[in-house]
């Protein structure tokens, strides 16, 4: 049975990291943005700098959180299938062409909440459990095309 316990303790390790890996992330604004629903593309493009304003017109402003935060390099793996250094790679060649400039980078998820809930054209991630009435759910990461 002790000789068990070892390969029982790394199960239980690889389960519970498995369950942080496929956390039910989800896209969200502010009530006030003026959209409803994103699709994949749009979110996309507006994370990775192509689009400046929401599909309502109104300005857009992405939050992202810290760069050691479990949530932003599942996202970025489950919205474009990179790595937090392949998209650090990708801002630091567009910002050195001029071409654009990153997410606003929340120190926090309630930093995050708190922008998003007052800037109508902010735009963020958070695990699904933390959305209240302050945000509006735009896009689903799992089971999204």
């Known amino acids: 049975m002790l000789k068990r316990a070892p390969l029982l303790l790394h199960a239980a390790l690889f389960l519970l990291t498995g369950r942080d890996a ?4 989800v896209v969200v604004a502010n009530p006030k943005s003026g959209i ?16 400046r304003q929401l599909p309502s017109g109104t300005e857009a402003h992405p939050v ?3 760069n050691d ?3 932003r390099a599942e996202f970025y793996r489950q919205l474009v ?23 606003y980078t929340a120190e926090s998820r309630e ?5 998003i809930s007052s800037m109508p054209g902010a735009i963020g991630y958070i ?19």
């Not at 930093?111 to 922008?115: A, D, M, N, V």
């Open 127 to 145: 695990e699904r459990s933390q959305v209240d009435s302050r945000l509006r759910i735009v896009f689903e990461l799992s089971g999204s095309p």
């Open 64 to 66: 992202d959180l810290g």
């Open 22 to 25: 496929c956390a039910d992330l």
């Open 111 to 115: 930093e995050l909440i708190r922008l």
């Open 36 to 51: 409803e629903r994103l699709k994949r593309q749009e979110v996309i493009y507006l994370f990775m700098g192509r689009w």
């Open 81 to 103: 299938n990179k790595e937090p250094s392949e998209i650090k790679a990708y801002w630091s060649r567009l910002v050195f062409s001029g071409g654009s400039r990153p997410p």
């Open 69 to 71: 935060s479990t949530e």
